[in-house]
């Protein structure tokens, strides 16, 4: 008891200092000229990439912008190399991260003309880019608060743009300096406008980096995104710029910077009428207030939850997601933010999505996860008379991992029947099934850790199995969405617990997509957001 009145404090302490709006994209740094260049790696064809040297035809070229590539050594020292290891671009041999500082600093970097040049620390690249060039710092390995300190030291905050090439550097960033620009590549698996849309929802970029598609440009522009691509390589010539430039860019990366430069202010394209710009995206005044990062227990750092509520409300319901990633990875940032603005912002219900405990090295199996849900709504019950929202009922949602969960809670973990809906994405439901748990397939491999035993037929397959645990008495309203073609989670599973739940006579729902595999794409996302909500407003009534 008294560990749960610590974590309700806290949460009441993040109550009393949230924020009234949403984080907005931090600018990008100023530049003189409309159209923005950037040098590659330095002017590294006409010194070594990477040097301090190259940094400085750079700047001599009279770019905007020097691109460095950012890692770390043993000891910690920041340092300025694009490979893993030195072994291409210096007289050594073996990684950045198991040499030492001493050990790199004394390498030579290889050259055409005879002098002699070392690998700089990032510090010392940040003093000579200080008020005459801006940085595009690719983000190789690094520490995001070591970084940020190196930059704020040499007081260049408002001259770096941050390239990303993982998203959990994304989150590091955002957590850590939520007041610098970020720029990102687009992922694979966004392909559509629609695809497109979600992303910026979720991420808060200043750039974008590999956007040809007019459409996806649009959008891009309409988000207020800049878009620069890249054009070096063996082929870049004019031909290529003026390629890149018809797209309505911003701005290019070079190898040629000098030539660039020259061939853009004669044709009048550097700050000329043709030069696309982007006018930053003006943000709506914030229909929902957020907190973050709020611990419902403190049995492990990761029990963590994001709370979304209304600027005004009574006695909201809640609804809690569960996100997915086989048990060992994913994060509660998933949850897309524009079923946020439809279902607080515009319905007035209370969103809570939750981290768990992750498996990792044989810890946190089932029923660790169980246990971690269990807490979370027992934290929501302890804080909903202090701040006037509905404690006896709760929509729980969650896609895969998260969706096997919430299913697993309500038909067999809630005994206090809060659940009154659940909306399944592309969950789990048989744990036992032969045909999908086929030896060393990914379901059988991803359900054998979570369990701590291979067989299917094991007594715990059965415990953790929704289907095996939902009765009559237990089973509420339940809505699934599945891909046809998931190579994942078989299709099979949603539609044997649909046909339990029609035997059962407990409303159900079975949305099934041809062609789509685990997850839903872009063509059908809007259909699952519209039947979600219309189930939700049906079993689940704000009032």
């Known amino acids: 008891m008294r560990l749960q009145k610590t974590i309700v404090a806290t949460f009441l302490s993040c109550l009393a200092f949230v924020a009234m709006g949403q984080q907005t994209t931090a600018p990008l740094p100023v530049s003189k000229n409309g159209f923005v260049v950037i040098a590659h790696r330095g002017s590294h064809l006409v010194k070594p990439e990477n040097t301090l040297a190259a940094i400085e035809e750079a700047i001599k070229a009279g770019v905007d912008y020097v691109e460095i590539d950012l890692r770390t050594t043993k000891d910690g020292h920041l340092v300025l190399c694009h490979d893993?290891?030195?072994?291409?671009?210096?007289?050594?041999?073996?990684?950045?991260?198991?040499?030492?500082?001493?050990?790199?600093?004394?390498l030579a970097v290889v050259s055409k003309d005879g002098k002699e040049y070392r690998i700089p620390e990032f510090r010392e690249a940040?003093?000579?880019?200080?008020?005459?060039?801006?940085?595009?710092?690719?983000?190789?390995?690094?520490?995001?608060?070591?970084?940020?300190?190196?930059?704020?030291?040499?007081?260049?905050?408002?001259?770096?743009?941050?390239?990303?090439?993982?998203?959990?550097?994304?989150?590091?960033?955002?957590?850590?300096?939520?007041?610098?620009?970020?720029?990102?590549?687009?992922?694979?698996?966004?392909?559509?406008?629609?695809?497109?849309?979600?992303?910026?929802?979720?991420?808060?970029?200043?750039?974008?980096?590999?956007?040809k598609d007019t459409a996806m440009l649009t959008v891009a522009r309409e988000n207020g995104i800049n878009v620069w691509l890249d054009v070096q390589g063996q082929d870049e010539n004019p031909a290529k710029w003026s390629e890149a430039m018809r797209k309505g860019i911003q701005g290019v990366q070079t190898d040629h910077p000098e030539a660039l430069v020259k061939y853009l202010e004669q044709n009048n394209l550097r700050n000329g009428a043709t030069v696309s710009k982007v006018r930053p995206q003006v943000k709506a005044i914030p229909t929902y207030r957020t907190l973050l990062d709020v611990p419902y227990s403190l049995a492990s750092s990761e029990n963590v939850m994001d709370v979304y509520f209304p600027q005004i409300y009574d006695s909201?319901?809640?609804?809690?997601?569960?996100?997915?990633?086989?048990?060992?990875?994913?994060?509660?940032?998933?949850?897309?933010?524009?079923?946020?603005?439809?279902?607080?912002?515009?319905?007035?219900?209370?969103?809570?999505?939750?981290?768990?405990?992750?498996?990792?090295?044989?810890?946190?199996?089932?029923?660790?996860?169980m246990e971690d849900v269990t807490n979370a709504i027992k934290f929501l019950n302890g804080a909903a008379k202090k701040y006037h929202f509905n404690e006896?009922?709760?929509?729980?949602?969650?896609?895969?991992?998260?969706?096997?969960?919430?299913?697993?809670?309500?038909?067999?973990?809630?005994?206090?029947?809060?659940?009154?809906?659940?909306?399944?994405?592309?969950?789990p439901t048989d744990l036992t099934d032969k045909s999908v748990r086929i030896p060393d397939s990914d379901a059988d491999r991803i359900s054998t850790n979570l369990l701590g035993d291979a067989n299917a037929q094991a007594k715990i397959s059965f415990d953790a199995s929704p289907y095996y645990r939902v009765t009559k008495e237990s089973a509420v309203p339940t809505i699934f969405f599945h891909g046809e073609a998931d190579p994942l989670v078989h299709v099979s599973q949603a539609e044997k617990m649909y046909k339990k739940l029609l035997s059962l006579k407990i409303p159900t729902q079975y949305e099934v997509y041809p062609g789509e595999k685990h997850g839903i794409g872009g063509a059908v996302r809007l259909d699952v957001y519209t039947k979600t909500i219309a189930w939700i407003e049906k079993y689940f009534p704000a009032k």
């Not at 290891?85 to 600093?105: A, C, F, P």
């Not at 603005?341 to 219900?349: A, Q």
């Not at 949602?397 to 659940?419: C, P, R, W």
């Open 84 to 106: 893993e290891t030195v072994d291409r671009t210096t007289n050594g041999k073996g990684l950045v991260q198991d040499l030492t500082w001493e050990e790199v600093s004394k």
């Open 316 to 369: 909201a319901k809640v609804i809690l997601y569960i996100h997915g990633g086989g048990w060992t990875s994913g994060d509660k940032g998933e949850f897309p933010k524009t079923l946020i603005e439809e279902l607080v912002g515009k319905r007035k219900y209370i969103l809570v999505s939750m981290n768990y405990r992750l498996i990792k090295d044989g810890k946190n199996r089932f029923p660790a996860q």
């Open 392 to 427: 006896n009922e709760f929509a729980l949602m969650g896609g895969s991992a998260g969706g096997h969960m919430a299913m697993l809670y309500a038909y067999g973990y809630d005994v206090n029947k809060q659940i009154k809906t659940v909306i399944d994405l592309w969950g």
């Open 126 to 211: 940040l003093k000579i880019c200080r008020g005459r060039i801006n940085i595009y710092l690719d983000f190789k390995e690094a520490d995001v608060a070591e970084t940020y300190h190196q930059i704020e030291a040499e007081g260049m905050e408002k001259q770096v743009v941050v390239y990303l090439n993982k998203v959990e550097q994304y989150t590091a960033w955002r957590k850590n300096v939520p007041a610098i620009p970020l720029m990102a590549s687009l992922p694979e698996s966004v392909r559509t406008r629609e695809d497109l849309t979600m992303l910026l929802d979720k991420m808060q970029l200043a750039v974008l980096d590999n956007v």
